[in-house]
């Protein structure tokens, strides 16, 4: 009876033992992320490339109804569509702008601008092409 229960002792101990090394040795390797300034989500298609995919969407931007066989490649445009709206919506609180930074430009006309943007620069992305979007307009209210 004695012999058992300084086995069960021994062994609670050194599962123990085993437990405080392994978190110490996972303490170690642990090392946190670098902050970051600010994080962005990005819609599944954000390279230019696939963007340019989105051209097959045919758009009446007077009802703003889509029109395509394709219902994944409709909700992508959608998708798309949103992120910039929304993208221009937080530049629209930047102290730096006047609240209106698209100045009146609908979204499809966004998106045109945006085909054009990529079809003259295939390696680039979404964020890059809005940013010059941005540039584009605020240029042409400068002048």
């Known amino acids: 009876m004695k012999c ?3 086995i069960i002792a021994v062994g ?6 085993i437990g405080i090394s392994v ?4 303490a170690e390797t642990q090392t946190p992320p670098p902050p970051k300034r600010f994080q962005m989500l990005l819609p599944i298609r954000y390279k230019c490339l696939d963007l340019l995919e989105l051209e ?3 758009v009446n931007p007077q009802t703003n109804t889509i029109t395509t066989n394709d ?3 409709a909700a992508d445009y959608r998708t798309v569509a949103g992120w910039l709206q929304g993208w221009f919506t937080a530049w629209n609180f930047n102290s730096g702008t006047d609240g209106d930074v698209t100045k009146g430009t609908t979204t499809y006309q ?3 601008w945006l085909f054009s943007y ?4 295939p390696s680039d992305h979404l964020v890059q092409a809005a940013l010059e979007l941005l540039n ?3 240029s042409t209210t400068r002048k």
């Open 4 to 6: 058992s229960r300084t």
């Open 23 to 26: 978190d110490d040795c996972l």
């Open 71 to 73: 219902p994944e490649l």
């Open 12 to 17: 609670a101990v050194a599962v123990l033992l």
């Open 56 to 58: 097959k969407i045919r």
């Open 118 to 121: 990529c079809r003259a620069h």
């Open 136 to 138: 584009a307009l605020n």
């Open 110 to 112: 966004m998106m045109a």
